[in-house]
């Protein structure tokens, strides 16, 4: 920033205060609440978009968002151990008109705890998914007709209102990306069959289960 060197003090900094304010009053791209014109997108939600405005932009038009949401509230049917950290998946996507309809890019990390496949202690998970999909519309922006998508898949459909939802795309990557069952480790010891201690932090009295053809052999053995 240039200053006159011989101006007043005071004037440079009215000179500053001016700039920054003027700085202040550019567009800009917010990831949460709802935007103005200037972005060419409205954030409903974080998985949530009206790409109204970007749909009528030229194509090759992009805007970049960063999104994240809670695990628990996106994959509500999946099994989260409980523990003291959140489990969440974030990162920033980009957003571009198309021929086709609205590309979704990114690339999101995530970190949960899910349930040792033994002892059912929680066990820290991290995840990264990768996201690219090309959403349709299900209206002419010209128009306003509505359309029949060839896309099969409705979880890609932009709806009448032109809203891009990425929640069941998002939903079904993390559930692709997280392992089927996990161990806190390999040699874990699981939990005793009979009382339910965990075998890792103690012991019990409890003896193994004996097949009863062969309990006159185990009484001959104690004898």
């Known amino acids: 920033m240039f200053f006159d060197t011989s101006a007043p003090l005071a004037y440079n900094n009215r000179l500053a205060l001016a700039r920054r304010l003027l700085r202040a009053e550019q567009p800009t791209y917010q990831t949460a609440g709802c935007l103005g014109a200037a972005s060419g997108l409205t954030v409903i939600d974080?998985?949530?978009?009206?790409?109204a405005?970007?749909?009528k932009d030229a194509v090759g038009s992009y805007r970049h968002v960063d999104i994240a949401t809670d695990l628990q509230e996106l994959a509500p049917d999946l099994?989260?151990?409980?523990?003291?950290?959140?489990?969440?998946?974030e990162g920033p996507v980009r957003i571009m008109h198309t021929?086709?309809?609205v590309l979704?890019?990114?690339k999101l990390t995530g970190k949960t705890q899910l349930a040792c496949a033994r002892c059912l202690e929680p066990v820290p998970v991290d995840f990264e998914v990768h996201l690219e999909e090309v959403f349709v519309p299900t209206v002419d922006m010209a128009t306003g007709k509505l359309l029949r998508p060839d896309e099969e898949d409705q979880a890609l459909w932009i709806d009448e209102?032109?809203?891009?939802?990425?929640?069941?795309?998002?939903?079904?990557d993390v559930l692709l990306e997280l392992p089927v069952h996990v161990l806190c480790s390999e040699d874990c010891r699981g939990l005793c069959p009979d009382c339910g201690t965990n075998l890792n932090q103690a012991t019990c009295d409890c003896g193994p289960d004996v097949d009863p053809?062969?309990?006159?052999l185990t009484d001959l053995l104690k004898n």
């Open 79 to 89: 099994d989260i151990a409980e523990g003291d950290n959140p489990s969440i998946v």
């Open 161 to 172: 209102h032109h809203i891009l939802d990425l929640t069941e795309v998002l939903r079904q």
């Open 104 to 106: 979704v890019q990114g």
């Open 46 to 51: 974080q998985l949530r978009f009206n790409v």
């Open 213 to 216: 053809r062969w309990a006159s």
């Open 99 to 101: 021929n086709q309809g």
């Open 53 to 55: 405005q970007l749909m």
